[in-house]
């Protein structure tokens, strides 16, 4: 029963919606996933972002994000 309920509370986002979420490029989508800097989900062609593994990555974003700028 938690194992349903679990997959019922999970927030799937596309990659427009992550960029939105994160206020960051597609293009910086792409490098995060290709240096896997974040998790996603494939199905078929379609790309799926789960929102709690997108905010445990966040440190590891905001990092590169500081080094860049300072």
């Known amino acids: 029963m938690s194992m349903m ?13 992550l960029s939105e979420y994160l206020r960051c490029s597609l293009g910086s989508i792409d490098n995060y996933m290709k240096n896997g800097k974040i ?23 905001n990092r590169d994000i500081v080094v860049k700028n300072g």
């Open 39 to 61: 998790k996603y989900h494939k199905v078929g062609k379609l790309v799926r972002f789960d929102k709690d593994d997108i905010d445990r990555s966040l440190g590891f974003i």
């Open 5 to 17: 309920k679990e997959r019922v509370d999970r927030v799937l986002m596309t990659k427009i919606e």
